[in-house]
């Protein structure tokens, strides 16, 4: 039975109150020594957050009514590790996705993460940058690499070879991902459709074909450009409009082509992301400068987390990620 009374219970409950809700900012101070030992896990990393972002899972998840800390983002550095962490040391700077739905989020001061989802951030990336780029990055190449098996960049598409990829939507934070993660795969033509975000997908300069999505047949300037066909398609988008563009556009015979949506397919399971193991590979791309985040805005501590979440819920944000710095918090 729970024992209420004892220092460790008392802390943790300290902790889940390091949190944000999107309708009231309840956040407490807790000196790191009073931080329970059982946190973080075996596997698990504590972090000491400095900068976090929004994403639009955030404010869907609230909308379906849970309250949590919602960020799954988080930048800083090492506080603790696990019993079975080797790779990780107090100091070591980090970002790292934290599991959805889990407590101890990364509105905070202090966030959990999977060490098989943390990696270091190095040098000449700043933590307000790193913080917008696990959950992206790791969605567009679990889309890429796990879903539709395209070669991986350390084994790409070899020179010379034909490899089609449509993404919808480049212009957003995950199809950007794709989009950089399909050029460093060599796939080729890469198309994409985008609208506002052109400007944005042009300055990338590594799409071949850009479609815009406000004029007219978006399916017939695919076909034009095109010259055959496409097999390999990302849909971060995934509305009306993207899936009957999608399905004009390729085979349906039902076995060539590979489709994947942002809502995962039937009997796929997302956890755990066996193929992040890969993740510290981020490192090195950004490290190399063969990988660069989204572009980002830092709207201020955590007290502007409920302005970011309500902007990303309006479809207000177009070609940026909104960022948060911790110390920017008021009375932090
Ligand atoms: N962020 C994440 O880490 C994450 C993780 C898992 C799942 N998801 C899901 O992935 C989807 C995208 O998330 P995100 O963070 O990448 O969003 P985002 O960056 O906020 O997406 C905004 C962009 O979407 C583009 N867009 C909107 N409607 C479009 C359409 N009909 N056709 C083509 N482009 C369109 C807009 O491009 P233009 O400016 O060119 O109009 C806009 O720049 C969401 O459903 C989200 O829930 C996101």
Not at 75 to 102: N, P, Q, Y
Not at 126 to 155: D, R
Not at 201 to 214: F, G, K, M, P, Q
Not at 268 to 285: C, G, I, N, Q
Request: hydrophobic share 40%.
């Amino acid at each position: 039975m729970r024992n209420y009374s004892s220092p460790e219970v008392q802390a943790a409950e300290n902790f889940e109150k390091l949190i944000f809700r999107t309708s009231s900012l309840t956040l407490q101070r807790m000196p790191p020594g009073l931080l329970p030992s059982r946190i973080p896990k075996d596997d698990e990393v504590l972090i000491k957050v400095i900068a976090t972002d929004s994403n639009p899972k955030d404010w869907k998840t609230a909308n379906a009514g849970e309250w949590m800390n919602q960020s799954d983002d988080s930048s800083g550095t090492i506080h603790s590790t696990g019993s079975a962490v080797a790779k990780f040391h107090a100091g070591d700077r980090v970002a790292a996705l934290h599991r959805m739905w889990d407590a101890h989020g990364a509105h905070a001061e202090f966030a959990v993460a999977p060490a098989s989802t943390t990696f270091r951030l190095p040098p000449n990336i700043s933590f307000e940058e790193g913080a917008t780029i696990p959950l992206c990055a790791m969605t567009a190449a679990l889309a890429l690499y796990q879903h539709l098996k395209i070669p991986p960049p350390w084994n790409p598409v070899p020179k010379g070879t034909r490899f089609p990829v449509l993404v919808y939507g480049e212009a957003s934070a995950v199809g950007a991902f794709a989009l950089k993660f399909a050029n460093l795969s060599n796939c080729n033509p890469i198309i994409n459709i985008a609208g506002d975000g052109i400007p944005f997908v042009e300055s990338l300069n590594v799409a071949d074909i850009i479609v815009d999505y406000r004029c007219g047949s978006v399916v017939g300037q695919i076909k034009a450009a095109l010259k055959g066909q496409v097999l390999h398609v990302f849909d971060p988008i995934s509305n009306k409009d993207s899936w009957e563009h999608i399905l004009a556009v390729v085979p349906l015979d039902g076995h060539r082509a590979h489709i994947n949506s942002i809502n995962a397919p039937r009997g796929v399971s997302l956890w755990p992301p066996e193929e992040l193991r890969e993740v510290r590979y981020v490192t090195l791309l950004l490290e190399e400068g063969k990988l660069t985040a989204h572009p980002f805005e830092v709207l201020g501590g955590l007290e502007a987390v409920e302005r970011g979440t309500t902007l990303l819920s309006e479809k207000a944000v177009s070609s940026k990620e909104l960022a948060y710095r911790i110390s920017d918090t008021p009375g932090i």
